[in-house]
Nanobody
Framework: QVDWAESGGGLVQPGGSLRLSCVFGRRVFSPMAWYRQAPGKQRELVASITWTGTVDYDESVQGRFTISRDNTENTMSLQMNSLKPEDTAIYYC?????????WGQGTQVTVSS
């Protein structure tokens, strides 16, 4: 039901880095975004980026995460640095303008020593 796939998650120690990727099966002109859902918590918006590259971050990741997109390759990435245990969650990509009715499987990020 979705034509994109997330990848790049894994287990990392606090202070470490990971790079998540999302590959779309078509050209996307609308904003793209990363969301995450931690155990027992609601899904939350982490970062978003428009076609022209305007970005926005949740304050909890500001200065540590960097969102980017490649409009020729139909991909989006999330570079995550200085990871904290509270960043542990399943991370999802999605297109906010579509109403967020459908979600992919996401990619698990676990930050633990």
């Amino acid at each position: 039901q979705v034509d994109w796939a997330e990848s790049g998650g894994g287990l990392v120690q606090p202070g470490g880095s990971l790079r998540l990727s999302c590959v779309f099966g078509r050209r996307v002109f609308s904003p793209m975004a990363w969301y995450r859902q931690a155990p027992g918590k609601q899904r939350e918006l982490v970062a978003s980026i428009t076609w022209t590259g305007t970005v926005d971050y949740d304050e909890s990741v500001q200065g540590r995460f960097t969102i980017s997109r490649d409009n020729t390759e139909n991909t989006m990435s999330l570079q995550m640095n200085s990871l904290k245990p509270e960043d542990t969650a399943i991370y999802y990509c999605n297109l906010p303008a579509t109403g967020l009715h459908y979600w992919g499987q996401g990619t698990q990020v676990t930050v633990s020593s």
